[in-house]
């Protein structure tokens, strides 16, 4: 059985730092690529970045791009996404996700997506 949990979300004032932590459990993590995707209420669900099993590719959404930084330890089978100068339009609920691709890459849609947590939630202040 997959399970896939996130940790690390919290209310952080505006310019404040955050890290998210997604372990995922039941699967070969070095099969899979992973995402963290944000949905904000009465908005749709929108990637924020993914990356590849190795490491190797990486994507960031314009709107985090130079702030958020996505790593994974394929010995823990963690995901983190460090977040630094939050701003108040990054609060949503986060959520991680993985899709079995071993030949590297990362898909860019939820859809796209098989195994999904719970979500941790992110409240910047301002």
């Known amino acids: ?3 896939v949990v996130e940790s690390g979300g919290g209310l952080v004032q505006a310019g404040g730092s955050l890290r998210l932590s997604c372990t995922a459990s039941g699967l070969n ?3 899979y690529a992973m ?3 944000r949905q904000a209420p009465g908005k749709e669900r929108e990637v924020v970045s993914c990356i590849s099993w190795h490491s190797r590719s990486t994507h960031y959404a314009d709107s985090v791009k130079g702030r958020f930084t996505i790593s994974r330890d394929n010995a823990k089978n963690t995901l983190y996404l460090q977040m630094t100068s939050l701003k ?3 609060t949503a609920m986060y959520y991680c996700a993985a899709v079995k691709l ?4 990362y898909y860019l849609k939820p859809q796209d997506y098989t195994y999904w947590g719970q979500g941790t939630q992110v409240t910047v202040s301002s």
């Open 35 to 37: 995402g963290w995707f």
């Open 88 to 90: 108040p339009e990054d």
């Open 102 to 105: 071993p030949g590297g890459g």
């Open 29 to 31: 993590f070095d099969d």
């Open 1 to 3: 059985q997959v399970q």
